[in-house]
């Protein structure tokens, strides 16, 4: 019995210990602060298993079409995705070196995530980073379809671009990031 009121003043203690540190302003919101590693980890596990449960839609078309391909490319511009993420031979805008989580490498992601996985995190976004919601933004489900394509062919469409497309889809590949030092 005592161990259980002892147990139980203890949880009362921490809970005001918390509080006072939650609510008293003593925990630090500063994008310029970095996380301790376990907490990063335990984010990194949770957001994987979150995207891994949730998606699971299907392409309503070809992801490797050229004209799926070119209308991605021009959305990805237009959208501002360059802006944060980047594109070959492209740079992302200063402002993004500041975000924490820092925004993630899509050459990196076309390698490890389906496409399914990348399309839902393009129309629900990842909470509390700085990855919008574009289906909250009203962009339709077919255009975040294409950006999907593009996503998935990321190195890949930039690189064949500097050799062999004509000089339509070389300027829609530029407008979407690509090919900036040519
Ligand atoms: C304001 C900055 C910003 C913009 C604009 C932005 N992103 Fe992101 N994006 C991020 C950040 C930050 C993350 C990493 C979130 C995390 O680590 O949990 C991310 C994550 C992602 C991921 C998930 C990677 C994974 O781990 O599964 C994909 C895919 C992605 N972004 C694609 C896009 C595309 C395509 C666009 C444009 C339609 C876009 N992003 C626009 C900041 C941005």
């Known amino acids: 019995?005592?161990?259980?009121?002892?147990?139980?003043?203890?949880?009362?203690?921490?809970?005001?210990?918390?509080?006072?540190?939650?609510?008293?302003?003593?925990?630090?919101?500063?994008?310029?602060?970095?996380?301790?590693?376990?907490?990063?980890?335990?984010?990194?596990?949770?957001r994987t298993a979150s995207i891994a449960r949730h998606a699971g839609g299907q392409p309503p078309f070809a992801l490797d079409d050229a004209a799926v391909l070119r209308d991605g490319a021009r959305h990805f511009a237009a959208y501002g995705c360059v802006h944060c993420h980047g594109a070959p031979g492209a740079q992302w805008s200063k402002f993004a070196e500041g975000l924490n989580p820092e925004a993630a490498d899509l050459s990196e992601v076309a390698k490890t995530r389906d496409a399914s996985a990348i399309f839902w995190v393009l129309k629900n976004g990842i909470r509390?980073?700085?990855?919008?919601?574009?289906?909250?933004?009203?962009?339709?489900?077919?255009?975040?379809?294409?950006?999907?394509?593009?996503?998935?062919?990321?190195?890949?469409?930039?690189?064949?671009?500097?050799?062999?497309?004509?000089?339509?889809?070389?300027?829609?590949?530029l407008s979407a990031g690509c090919l900036l030092r040519f």
């Open 1 to 46: 019995m005592r161990i259980l009121a002892f147990i139980g003043a203890l949880a009362i203690v921490i809970g005001v210990l918390a509080g006072g540190y939650f609510l008293g302003g003593f925990y630090s919101v500063a994008a310029s602060a970095s996380d301790a590693g376990p907490v990063v980890w335990a984010l990194t596990r949770v």
């Open 128 to 173: 509390m980073t700085g990855m919008p919601s574009f289906g909250k933004a009203g962009i339709p489900d077919n255009e975040l379809w294409q950006i999907v394509a593009f996503v998935k062919k990321f190195p890949p469409v930039c690189q064949r671009a500097t050799t062999r497309v004509g000089a339509r889809l070389r300027n829609e590949l």
